[in-house]
């Protein structure tokens, strides 16, 4: 049985190496050694190109070596009757929650407004209203999104997460399916994306998410936090609404075409803060420490756990 490093963007032999050395019994190959696509049991993949799954008719189990798994799901080429797992893990988990407790108290006490009071040389003591009066909601409850929700009503804010079905997290107040979808946004200050990317969520935050959002509220007017997909996010509404006051602020670390072009409008907004797809990582020794643990289990048992749901698309 072979484990194949199918890994875009990434060094392969870098992780080939690493999974060698934990599972010493188990053949690992990189797509530049020699091999048999049919000795292939199980894959390894990170944005899989066309070829990704071609003569791979023994293949049992699929990991991702991401959270998100659109890019695998997506693909014209998956078999159909091959389990595929994501990657969760709790250190990405805590880089994530880190990415957005950090950009929800950044727009909470008014970066933009200071920033640019600095920049004019101007001593404005506006105080920033308490967390307890800032309403945030989350899409996507999740591994992600339940912890950052918990995370953030720890610290004092009001939060409320949207999601396809209930998922019943204590202090945590749930919207969920199409017909909450505007309750959810009509109530929140600071929108936090955290969805997998489905065709129900592609372009999901436009202009008109974006003015069903609470006005008034905060002094600049709703914000918004992306660290989720480029592909839910409709990039020319965002610099129209960032610059009409439809929305007060954005930190979009996620872009449909990456690196971000550099004739986006987005890069010259004084309160769009960007990040280049840096907000959580999967990790080299826990990527290593989850798949062979899966693989351990799969071959005792034939058990696997955070199996994707490929008709969801998560």
Not at 27 to 50: G, H, N, S
Request: aromatic share 8%.
């Amino acid at each position: 049985m072979t484990l194949l490093m199918h890994l875009s963007d990434v060094s392969e032999r870098e992780w080939a190496d690493a999974f060698q050395k934990a599972m010493p019994n188990l053949k690992i190959v990189t797509r530049q050694d020699k091999y048999e696509r049919e000795e292939i049991k199980y894959l390894y993949v990170w944005k899989p190109e066309a070829d990704a799954f071609d003569g791979l008719d023994n293949l049992e189990v699929i990991f991702s070596l991401g959270a998100g798994v659109d890019g695998i799901v997506k693909h014209p080429k998956l078999p159909k009757d091959v389990p595929v797992v994501r990657f969760v893990d709790d250190e990405l988990t805590q880089c994530m929650t880190d990415y957005v407790v950090a950009n929800v108290g950044m727009h909470h006490r008014q970066l933009t407004r200071y920033s640019r009071e600095q920049n004019q040389r101007n001593w404005d003591q506006y105080y920033p209203e308490r967390a307890s009066t800032i309403n945030v909601g989350i899409m996507g409850l999740g591994q992600l999104g339940k912890d950052a929700a918990e995370k953030l009503n720890f610290l004092g804010y009001n939060v409320a997460g949207w999601s396809r079905s209930p998922k019943a997290i204590a202090g945590i107040e749930e919207f969920s399916g199409t017909a909450e979808f505007d309750l959810f946004l009509a109530r929140t200050d600071i929108l936090v994306c955290l969805l997998p990317l489905t065709p129900e969520t592609h372009d999901i935050l436009c202009m008109e998410t974006f003015k069903k959002l609470r006005c008034g509220h905060l002094p600049g007017g709703p914000c918004i936090v992306n660290a989720a997909r480029g592909g839910h996010q409709n990039e020319h509404d965002i610099a129209a609404a960032l610059q009409d006051g439809t929305l007060g602020a954005a930190s979009l670390d996620v872009f449909k075409t990456e690196p971000l072009l550099a004739d986006s409008p987005l890069w010259a907004l004084d309160n769009c803060y960007i990040t280049p797809h840096i907000a959580a990582i999967s990790g080299l020794k826990a990527g290593v420490r989850l798949v062979t643990s899966q693989i351990t289990q799969y071959e005792a048992s034939g058990d696997l756990k955070h199996i994707v749901d490929v008709s969801r698309g998560y």
